[in-house]
């Protein structure tokens, strides 16, 4: 097996600060009540907020700095976040603290070997708003300290990983395993700075100063004892939150923060060889001043996953829609994939043989003008012309018509909204007809008609359509003009 740790050792501020495309000084403060930094952005930093400096004395020092509170829950659905997305390159993931560690040896071939597979995953943990250390090993715990410790490690042999667990420092024995300070203390005493000098001391003297799980942690990195993992079982529905370090109005912050979540829905559908029609981007506004939330559904006009064409249609949607309150942090929903057919291709495909995409465009106007602006026409059962057409939704197929309904008689493209009084016509410009239309008394007087309708040609060699009333006085009446 070959695994690969995904270590974030700024995940407590990279969860507030992947949202943000301004460099506004922040920091994270611990719990209260002695509140102190424990993470700062490097613009905090160059004003010399560092980790443990108090609250009062991190203010003091740059006065415009934003301070937040520490998230745990925040960071371990970051964890998950990534874990989902990480499953378009292997469906065998592990959570660890603070780390993601993926067993990608299946998974080397079609990426093209193990450099280009690691440039893929640093590369699109970027693109989430994240900043990761990386590193390769034959098991998941040499892969973690190396990602802490060695970063950019690519270890695939047992003989190599020896010489790299040798060389790392004490402290890697207190990464995410649970020893404690006494037993870091009793190995300093003795004079061992390295793994290296651990693993030269005696076992039996170890064992006998109550130091048996440093012997367990380092048979386990050296992969001489198992080291099991729990597997991460993706969501069925795809569920992500960003809070703003700030709330904002503003739509191009609100779509640099929405293509973070956007990144990780692309992995989710890529895992799953699937596409969406539609998700949901819920809007939460800030507390203090609107409790409610604004809940935007984003139609894409076909089954994709393209996150250019979501970011798109989620930029026009922002655009026109006026804010109750500032935003302080987005939620991206989906769910319901359906399987995606890889795009048809041939030998001379390029960019100026593509199809224009029609589902798009209607996706693009509904955004911009809205859901009732935009309608298509479909033919409706009646035979009073007038009413034989209906409206539906651009991105619904229109109703079905039987297939053994008889044609209808020519009908002009072109139909008055109300017929216009003419004079009668002589008998040698009528080409066709009557057409007989009876019908609507079930309507009401005013959509009861009585009519036979006529093809008939005007001086100007015009084809028009035209009908005389059955009833009393018999008016003639222009109702349309053929193409």
Known sequence: ???????????????????????????????????????????????????????????????????????????????????????????????????????????????????????????????????????????????????????????????????????????????????????????????????????????????????????????????????????????????????????????????????RLLGGLSGWLEARHGGLEAFTLVLEHERNRHGAETRIEIILGALCRDMARCQLLAREHLSRLPLVAPVEALRLEADSPRLLAPPATDLFDHDNSRQADPGLLLATLKARLGDDAVRCLAVHSDHRPERAWRHHAPLQGPPSIPADRPAPPPRPLWLLALPRPIAQPAPETLLAGPERVESGWWDGDEADVCRDYFVARRSDHSLVWIFRERRAPHGWFLHGYFA
């Open 1 to 259: 097996m070959l695994w690969c740790a995904l270590y974030l050792p700024d995940l407590a501020l990279q969860v507030f600060t992947r949202g943000r495309s301004d460099s506004t000084p922040l920091a994270v403060l611990g719990p209260r009540p002695r509140q102190r930094v424990v993470a700062a952005c490097p613009a905090a930093v160059a004003c010399g907020v560092e980790p443990a400096l108090g609250r009062a004395g991190a203010l003091a020092l740059a006065p415009g700095l934003l301070l937040v509170d520490r998230d745990p829950r925040l960071e371990r659905a970051a964890l998950v976040e990534i874990a989902s997305w990480a499953t378009r390159f292997t469906p065998s993931i592990s959570l660890d603290t603070s780390a993601v560690l993926l067993e990608v040896e299946a998974s080397l071939r079609l990426f093209g070997g193990l450099p280009p597979l690691c440039d893929a995953i640093l590369g699109g943990l970027g693109e989430l708003g994240f900043d990761g250390c990386l590193a390769v090993a034959p098991n998941p715990l040499a892969a973690r300290w190396l990602a802490r410790f060695a970063p950019g490690s690519l270890i695939c042999e047992g003989s190599a990983l020896e010489v790299a667990i040798d060389a790392l420092p004490l402290a890697a024995l207190a990464d995410g395993c649970g020893l404690n300070g006494t037993t870091l203390e009793l190995l300093s005493g003795v004079g061992a700075g390295s793994l290296g000098d651990v693993r030269r001391l005696p076992r039996s003297g170890l064992a006998r100063r109550q130091a048996r799980q440093v012997i367990d942690l380092l048979d386990r990195a050296c992969g001489h004892t198992p080291d099991p993992r729990p597997w991460f079982a993706p969501p069925e529905r795809h569920a992500s939150r960003l809070p703003l370090p700030a709330p904002t109005d503003q739509v191009d912050s609100l779509l640099f923060a929405l293509r």
